[in-house]
């Protein structure tokens, strides 16, 4: 009894921290690297704003912005310049760094090796080895005969390596270059009806950086 006791408390001083270290220290992080060690590079005074479909339709971006609270801080550096924010419960990554439009996205799943999220379609198209007039065939074909409004909606999944700070966009085409080291994930995705269903894809790659069969 005494033993279980013990280990009970054990598990009840451990949780707290397990939480701590799967969270991100609220601040402005200017390097993968300042990322990954969880040292910011300032606290910045900064609200988050969940944009809006009008403002996006209109603009184009990603689904976050960071708005400047203070005259120190440039809103230009906030959306041109700053790789990545955390308001201590979620991890935004800028999208504008790696050509995926302006403004963050928000990390869905993470591990030692990857970020994966959702954004919005690149702003290069050949810097993700593709050419405009293929994405009218991928993701189920979501792109193909809609206008530049609909289109600045439109998510599509991406992992960030945080070892070679290389960005991915997964597509029915090469998700299995990645999940298909676990083998019972790669037989499922197999016999999926809809590949190239975002919401499909973005469902095994979180399967896969979180480690389940």
């Not at 707290?16 to 992080?29: H, V």
């Not at 200017?30 to 009008?54: C, H, I, K, M």
């Not at 935004?92 to 993470?110: D, R, S």
């Not at 998510?155 to 019972?184: C, Q, W």
């Amino acid at each position: 009894m005494r033993t279980q006791f013990a280990h009970l408390l054990l598990f009840l001083f451990c949780l707290p921290i397990f939480a701590q270290n799967t969270t991100y220290p609220k601040g402005g992080y200017a390097t993968l690297q300042e990322l990954l060690n969880r040292t910011p590079t300032d606290q910045y005074s900064v609200e988050v704003e969940q944009r809006t479909e009008g403002k996006i339709k209109m603009n184009g971006g990603n689904d976050f912005q960071l708005n400047p609270l203070d005259k120190s801080v440039k809103k230009s550096f906030l959306r041109n310049e700053l790789l990545a924010y955390s308001d201590g419960v979620n991890l935004l990554i800028n999208g504008y760094p790696y050509e995926i439009q302006v403004w963050y996205a928000k990390v869905e799943a993470e591990n030692a090796q990857y970020f994966v999220f959702r954004a919005g379609l690149p702003s290069n198209f050949k810097r993700y080895g593709l050419e405009p007039s293929q994405m009218q065939y991928m993701f189920g074909g979501i792109i193909s005969g809609i206008g530049a409004a609909k289109r600045a909606l439109i998510r599509v999944p991406y992992i960030l390596d945080k070892e070679t700070d290389t960005m991915h966009l997964l597509s029915e085409e090469n998700i299995l270059s990645f999940i298909g080291d676990n083998a019972s994930l790669a037989e499922q995705f197999a016999n999926e009806p809809e590949k190239g269903n975002v919401d499909t894809l973005m469902r095994y790659l979180t399967a896969w950086v979180n480690g389940n069969p």
